[in-house]
């Protein structure tokens, strides 16, 4: 498969404090990035998206930061509350494959309250 | 508008038999994509289905297929199950024509092989 998961990163961060997960990806061809969260038992939750064409965009709570020049991605969390505690994945859609997702392996956020 | 919905939840097979899964689209989306979650393997890509056609496939064995029906509801079959085949499936719906498209995920099928 295109996505290897092995063993999942994990950042602990206090209640308040900003967080900020690194995610790199694998193909220069990608032009669209989205960032998801998943807790235990459900399916992945939309976050935040870009496209290649840009290198930064905000939401509420949320900045998603790319450089295409070292194919990195960020998400930052700003303000982190006790139910950002989850696992948050990156993924990459290859140009030309829509309906495509290449999944980065994953963050574990833990929230301290 | 109501989310993703896969049927069932849970599902315990053994070796050998075969297995379909049901995902019902977000009402307009016509996109439908499966995934394999593992612990091992994360989440990786079985195929996608867009008007009833299937436009891009992963890279699992024929075993894996999939289908869409006219009302953009998609089934995805596993046969001869193998122990390795246990794992969350996933699907996400898109209105997706061209790509770049968000795809949001049901709550997957957890599927137990012994």
């Known amino acids: 498969g295109e996505s290897v998961g092995l063993h999942l990163p994990t950042l602990s961060v206090q209640e308040g404090d900003n967080s900020i997960i690194n995610c790199a990806y694998s193909?220069?061809?990608?032009?669209?990035f989205i960032w998801y969260k998943q807790e235990s038992g459900k399916g992945p939750q939309f976050i935040i998206d870009i496209r290649s064409n840009m290198d930064k965009r905000q939401g509420q709570r949320v900045t998603v930061l790319l450089n295409k020049t070292v194919k990195h991605l960020s998400l930052q969390i700003a303000a982190t509350q006790p139910g950002d505690s989850a696992v948050y994945f990156c993924a990459e859609e290859p140009g030309n494959q829509g309906g495509k997702l290449i999944f980065g392996q994953g963050t574990e956020l833990s929230v301290k309250p | 508008k109501a989310g993703v919905t896969q049927t069932p939840r849970y599902l315990i097979k053994t070796r050998g038999q075969q297995v379909t899964l049901s995902c019902s689209p977000i009402s307009g989306h016509r996109s439908v994509s499966w995934y394999q979650q593992t612990p091992g393997q994360g989440l990786q890509f079985l195929f996608e289905?867009?008007?009833?056609?299937?436009?891009n496939k992963g890279n699992f064995p024929g075993r894996f297929s999939g289908r869409q029906f006219s009302n953009s509801r998609s089934e995805m079959n596993v046969s001869t199950l193998e122990l390795g085949d246990s794992a969350l499936y996933l699907c996400?719906?898109?209105?997706?024509?061209?790509?770049?498209?968000?795809?949001?995920f049901g709550p997957g099928t957890r599927l137990l092989v012994l």
């Open positions: 996400a719906s898109s209105p997706l024509t061209s790509g770049g498209e968000t795809q949001y």
């Open positions: 289905y867009f008007s009833e056609t299937q436009r």
């Open positions: 193909n220069s061809a990608s032009d669209y």
